[in-house]
């Protein structure tokens, strides 16, 4: 999930000369454009649905801000500018603890930074039970507790223990550093716990990385989760989808792919095979995955990643649960707590979570 206005490195020595040559190479990507058979929509006004929720209605009538037209040009500005995200997000999360009763405590494990985030309460059937965490943050974004926000709202509203994995990242560090990171935390998280009790969740990249976890995780003969919850997952990093152009500037979360994004995708990718299933989970084979829940909005620019990655899971036999909500744009159900499309958001993934995951 992207840092968005005011909502919203470690281990390896860094990569000075391949990051200016991703950097160098980003403006050639940010100009790719649909095929030349594409037909033009005439310019429209979008009206804010009555069928959303009086709390979301603001955000819904909002134009796309400028954010997304700057890329940075260098190591300092890349930093500069997930810094500034980082601080925007870390003034708000303390009243976000206290209202949702939440505590956050550092760890680590498996020489990876962590972040245990437990609700005062909960139900005495998820006591056994843990959610692994990955944040979203467009792969850049969203370093050390400013990644746990999401995590609050998971634990706090669905009544789970969650560990929140600090995941290494660009500029410093590429892929695969973040998917290294998230199956050394899981191999961890098997020797206290059964398979059948930990789920795994995130949203935007942290979607996306909860896939390329399980499919790792396969790879290396661990046993499986009991589910996941990929909230609109970036599963495809290439230039492939519908709703990246159907939905380009209607989406008012992220309004386009070109710019800021493509050139998150050019640092995180580093050269390799965008269609490595690795880095695009949707081209993997999810024969065997354990059962998973799959959330978008009809405004998002990765509908059809969710929704591809939906087809591709039913296909190889998966439980799959689709849930796509009205008028959001990209991950909106988890910016404002107390609207009803969050409650609704986190009840379903409670229910879920509860019918598949152990005890």
């Known amino acids: 999930m992207p840092c968005r206005r005011a909502r919203c490195v470690r281990r390896t020595s860094c990569l000075p000369g391949l990051v200016a040559a991703l950097w160098a190479a980003v403006p050639l990507a940010a100009e790719t454009s649909p095929p030349a058979d594409g037909r033009v929509v005439p310019a429209r006004t979008l009206p804010v649905p009555a069928t959303v929720s009086p709390q979301l209605r603001s955000m819904v009538a909002e134009a ?72 979203g943050g467009a792969r850049v974004f969203n370093p050390g507790e400013a990644g746990t926000r999401e995590a609050i709202l998971m634990a706090g509203l669905a009544g789970f223990r969650v560990l929140s994995v ?77 709703s990246l152009f159907a939905n380009e500037w209607v989406d008012n979360s992220l309004g386009t792919r070109k710019g800021l994004i493509e050139a998150t995708i050019q640092i995180y990718g580093a050269g390799h095979d965008l269609r490595d299933p690795l880095l695009s989970p949707v081209y993997g084979d999810f024969h065997g995955f354990p059962p998973a829940f799959l959330a978008s909005g009809t405004r998002d620019l990765y509908l059809s990643n969710t929704v591809r990655v939906h087809r591709a899971m039913r296909a190889a036999g998966v439980d799959a649960a689709l849930h796509v909500w009205e008028a959001l744009s990209h991950a909106q159900w988890v910016y404002v707590p107390d609207a009803p499309e969050t409650r609704e958001y986190h009840d379903e993934v409670a229910r879920f979570l509860d019918a598949h995951l152990g005890t």
């Not at 890349?78 to 601080?87: C, P, Q, T």
């Not at 995130?202 to 003969?221: C, D, H, M, P």
């Not at 499986?224 to 989808?241: I, Q």
């Open 64 to 135: 796309p801000d400028d954010e997304w037209k700057t890329v940075p040009k260098s190591t300092a500005e890349w930093k500069k500018l997930v810094g500034d995200a980082a601080s925007r997000t870390l003034a708000k999360l303390p009243r976000l603890r206290e209202a949702l009763g939440v505590s956050v405590e550092p760890t680590t494990l498996a020489g990876v930074k962590a972040f245990w985030v437990t609700p005062r309460s909960r139900p005495a059937r998820n006591q056994g039970r843990v959610l692994l965490h990955l944040h």
């Open 166 to 242: 600090d995941y290494r990242m660009p500029p410093d560090f590429p892929y695969p550093a973040a998917l290294d990171d998230a199956v050394a935390v899981y191999r961890e998280l098997l020797k206290t716990q059964r398979p059948a009790t930990i789920g795994i969740f995130g949203t935007s990249a942290g979607g996306s990385l909860t896939l390329t976890t399980v499919l790792r995780a396969r790879k290396e003969n661990l046993p499986l989760p009991g589910a996941v919850v990929a909230g609109t997952p970036t599963a495809d990093l290439t230039w492939t989808g519908d």
